[in-house]
């Protein structure tokens, strides 16, 4: 028996290509508290949204970093920033932006690195005759 598809469900490919015109990052500064913006992310969901957050958290300039997804069928974030005023928002998010991309590399390193010893570990383990 076939379950027919649910219109109520965004397509697949909806969930991360960006629509002609559509950005993937707005901000929009926040009148109310002093040194502090509301940057929407579009086609993203909990893992950068938790990722910025907590780098966000670790700047001594950062006073709130939080984010939040409006609706779970859509692909979107609110990120809320606030900064002690020596920095702005935005170069806050673009600091941690670049340190998170640092670390991913390093990573991606380390991990190539550790992937080519172990099989050539494997390759000598084996011997001519297996």
């Known amino acids: 028996m076939r379950i027919p598809p649910d219109d109520?469900?965004?397509s697949r490919y909806?969930?991360?290509?960006l629509e002609e015109n559509e950005k993937?990052?707005?901000e929009a500064p926040d009148t109310r508290i002093p040194s502090s913006a509301l940057f929407t992310f579009n086609k993203e969901d909990h893992t950068l949204g938790n990722?910025?957050?907590?780098?966000?958290?670790?700047n001594q300039h950062v006073m709130f970093a939080g984010y939040k997804v409006?609706?779970?069928?859509?692909?979107?974030?609110e990120l809320r920033v606030q900064t002690d005023g020596?920095?702005?928002?935005r170069d806050a998010i673009l600091e941690a932006s670049n340190t998170i991309l640092l670390e991913l590399a390093q990573l991606s390193r380390e991990f190539i690195?550790?992937?080519?010893?172990r099989k050539l570990a494997g390759e000598s383990t084996e011997g001519p005759d297996k």
Request: net charge positive.
């Open 8 to 10: 109520n469900v965004p």
């Open 14 to 17: 909806e969930l991360f290509l």
């Open 24 to 26: 993937k990052v707005t």
């Open 51 to 58: 990722l910025l957050r907590a780098r966000l958290l670790q």
């Open 70 to 77: 409006p609706h779970p069928l859509f692909s979107k974030f």
């Open 86 to 89: 020596e920095v702005s928002p």
């Open 113 to 117: 690195k550790e992937w080519e010893l």
